[in-house]
């Protein structure tokens, strides 16, 4: 199956920094990448939708200006957790879409990225 | 996309066929069932997907009722890895996945 990579797995900083974590589709291309939130004993929410060369398209309630994200190419999507704050802590996931069978497409995932901010 | 229904938990004794039934009964007829599933502080695996027909893998094997309105993902030979949070989801764009619930799998020794 397709392969999508996360980095950093684990992150931990301090209140008010930023972070970036990258998400890349390893043996495929993906226009269309997407970044997800889950928190503890939840189910994974979608924050946005990535595509490349274009801006992203966020949810209801995700602010745009503190998740900024970048798909500059069609292997990579970036993720920046600007002025980060302890209740930004979470599992952040992304997965990018894959051409599919009979004109679907597969949604695959990354290993995710923990956030813990102090 | 259509919403779905599944047991919060089941349990399997290793080596059997574990059955996870879920219910799409708003389907539409151009919405696909994707099965995906989540080992704890992992990253959702993609399991099977289909439409109207039952389709099989290496992974799992999926029935799809003939009115579509539910289907049933089968691990034929259930392992202790095979421990998980298992996600029915239907979709028929191209948009981000709805996830709910899930049904927390748990194989037995």
């Known amino acids: 199956g397709a392969v999508v990579s996360q980095h950093p797995s684990r992150v931990i900083c301090k209140s008010g920094t930023s972070v970036k974590i990258e998400c890349r589709s390893l043996d495929f291309q993906a226009t269309t990448m997407f970044w997800y939130r889950q928190f503890p004993k939840q189910s994974l929410m979608l924050m946005a939708t990535s595509n490349e060369g274009s801006k992203a398209t966020y949810e209801q309630g995700v602010e745009k200006d503190k998740f900024l994200i970048n798909h500059a190419s069609l292997t990579l999507s970036t993720l920046t957790v600007t002025s980060a704050h302890p209740e930004d802590s979470s599992f952040y996931i992304c997965?990018?879409?894959?051409?599919?069978?009979?004109?679907?497409?597969?949604?695959?995932f990354g290993p995710g990225t923990r956030l813990t901010v102090l | 996309d259509a919403k779905t229904t599944q047991p919060p938990s089941m349990d399997c004794a290793e080596g059997r066929a574990a059955n996870l039934p879920c219910n799409h009964s708003t389907i539409s007829g151009n919405e696909y069932v994707y099965w995906y599933r989540q080992i704890h502080s992992q990253g959702p695996q993609y399991i099977i997907h289909g439409l109207k027909n039952n389709e099989t893998n290496e992974m799992a094997s999926l029935i799809i009722t003939e009115d579509r309105k539910s289907s049933t993902l089968i691990l034929p030979h259930a392992t202790l890895r095979d421990t998980a949070v298992y996600y029915c989801i239907v979709r028929g764009g191209a948009d981000g996945l709805t996830f709910g619930k899930g049904t927390h799998l748990i194989i037995q020794p």
């Open positions: 997965s990018a879409r894959a051409g599919g069978r009979g004109g679907t497409d597969t949604q695959y």
